[in-house]
């Protein structure tokens, strides 16, 4: 099972907005509704930012939405910040050998 | 306050063995589905293994499955994972991570700070 597929890198300006994507196939993302992403500060353990494709855990801000098309999920966060500089990571159940595999990561840079 | 708080991390031989412990505390540990997931220095999220809440729904991945085993007690909120035939590629900091209930995936609400794995000879 290999990792779902994510850009090693996004940017934005403050205020703008920037989207990841996260492919996979239809034995993962595109088969099921259970994919998840999270956040990474250096240093830092993950965060978990969305659930279930679209679901906000309590605490996190709107600005980080999560939709998912064909094998494709995506995280988009609007009214870019400072603080949202991080890894982004996508993951995702799957019927194949393995159970859970998450996306190769995305460095984002707020410019 | 939901913790999680890994140990057991350290240097060893390639083809030795370690056992992690994560302990857990301010949640009922029993109601809940528990993962490893690694780190490797500078590298991605890798997810290791699950347990469910009980001992009888385990899940590795292909990279550890046969070497690595995933338990738990629930009489003493404490997640294990017991590392055997120790290679190289498993240096790592290691994570213990809740999952959120409910939940359809992974859905890693609580993570520890991590124990630091290293194999080298």
């Known amino acids: 099972q290999s990792a779902l597929t994510q850009p090693p890198s996004a940017s934005g300006s403050p205020g703008q907005s920037i989207t990841i994507s996260c492919t996979g196939t239809s034995s993962d993302v595109g088969g099921y509704n259970s994919v998840s992403w999270y956040q990474q500060h250096p240093g830092k353990a993950p965060k978990l930012m969305i659930y279930?494709?679209?679901q906000r855990p309590s605490g996190v801000p709107d600005r980080f939405s999560g939709s998912k098309s064909g094998d494709t999920a995506s995280l988009t966060v609007s009214g870019l910040q400072a603080e949202d500089e991080a890894d982004y990571y996508c993951s995702s159940y799957t019927d194949s050998n393995n159970f859970y595999v998450f996306g190769t990561g995305t460095q984002v840079t707020v410019l | 306050e939901v913790q999680l708080v890994e140990s057991g991390g350290g240097s060893v031989r390639p083809g030795g063995s370690l056992r992690l412990s994560c302990a857990a505390s301010?949640?009922?540990?029993?109601?809940?589905?528990m993962n490893w997931v690694r780190q490797a220095p500078g590298k991605g999220l890798e997810w290791v293994s699950y347990i469910g809440r009980s001992d009888k729904d385990i899940h590795y991945a292909d990279s550890v499955k046969g070497r690595f085993i995933i338990s738990r007690d629930n009489a003493k909120n404490s997640l294990y994972l017991q590392m055997n035939s120790l290679r190289v590629e498993d240096t790592a900091l290691y994570y213990c991570?809740?999952?959120?209930?409910?939940?359809?995936?992974?859905?890693?609400?609580?993570w520890g700070q991590g124990t630091l794995v290293t194999v080298s000879s």
């Open positions: 301010g949640f009922t540990f029993s109601n809940y589905e």
């Open positions: 991570a809740r999952e959120r209930l409910p939940c359809s995936g992974d859905c890693l609400d609580y």
């Open positions: 279930e494709v679209t």
